[in-house]
């Protein structure tokens, strides 16, 4: 079995940090304030400690990414 390992994805600077799951695909998104990159990276590695991950075959996630990326903020 492999260990899940977050990694930050993208950073917006002055908007928001979205981390990522390594394992499930799952996002952790945190608005930045102040531009404090640490904190945030802080805030979504609690995100990412918290959440279980859940397997998803390759049409799952296919479907997820669309979800995520066409929703309205």
């Known amino acids: 079995m492999s260990k899940r390992k977050f990694r930050v994805a993208i950073f917006m600077k002055g908007e928001y940090l979205t981390g990522v799951c390594d394992k499930c695909s799952a996002t952790f998104r945190v608005p930045l304030a102040d531009d404090d990159v640490q904190s945030a ?7 990412f ?3 279980k991950c859940k397997a998803l075959d390759a049409s799952q996630n296919a479907v997820r990414i669309v979800r995520e990326v066409t929703k309205a903020d």
């Open 49 to 51: 400690e918290k959440h």
């Open 41 to 47: 990276t802080a805030q979504a590695e609690v995100q």
